[in-house]
């Protein structure tokens, strides 16, 4: 019979989402061999990646139902720079940069710069939506337990790697710059401010 397919074809999918992006709440980089040739550096000393413009690939159009009910889509975000923080309320590193991620939300929300978070690994809503109302977050975040909207993301691009990992997404929704584990303010904006400054080029 062939119904158990579905089953074996769900279960792959969330191993496959675990082994890509799941290997543990980290707040070291993850760095891959050959970033030079797929167009993307890893600025030394941090655990920050950059791509320049025109070497970036196209940012997958993550979408989904938002820990408030709400539908969210990346691509309705186009014209703006977004970040995109993988995150789940489990994570140590994800609860220490909570705060400076909604800072640098309230900061850059009326220079053209939207956050969106994507809540993975989550098997309880009701964890996800406790840990923001804790940490004070009020940028949308899309309900993603079995992680497979971050499997739309393009083997080698500049992708999520762990948990926490914060992705900066160009006016032109483009992969722009990636910074894997716990993010401060500092190294926030050291991957957004440059993104932003590309607005009137």
Not at 57 to 72: M, N, Y
Request: aromatic share 6%; charged share 20%; proline share 5%.
């Amino acid at each position: 019979m062939a119904r158990p397919r579905p089953r074996v074809a769900a279960a792959a999918a969330t191993a496959a989402a675990a082994a890509l992006v799941l290997t543990g709440c980290s707040s070291s980089a993850s760095s891959s061999s050959g970033e030079g040739q797929l167009g993307f550096v890893t600025v030394k000393g941090t655990n920050i990646s950059k791509a320049d413009i025109g070497k970036r690939e196209d940012a997958p159009d993550i979408s989904g139902e938002t820990l408030e009910g709400q539908q969210a889509k990346l691509s309705d975000y186009r014209g703006k720079v977004v970040v995109l923080n993988v995150w789940g309320s489990w994570c140590g590193p994800c609860r220490a940069e909570a705060k400076y991620l909604q800072a640098i939300s309230e900061k850059y929300k009326d220079q053209g710069v939207q956050f969106l978070g994507v809540n993975t690994r989550d098997s309880e809503k009701t964890n996800a939506i406790r840990f923001e109302q804790e940490q004070g977050v009020t940028f949308p975040s899309i309900y993603d337990p079995a992680g497979t909207q971050l499997l739309k993301f393009p083997k080698g691009s500049l992708n999520p790697q762990s948990i926490p990992t914060t992705l900066i997404v160009d006016r032109d929704g483009k992969l722009a710059a990636r910074g894997v584990g716990g993010q401060t303010d500092d190294g926030l904006e050291s991957m957004l401010q440059p993104v932003l400054a590309e607005q009137k080029q």
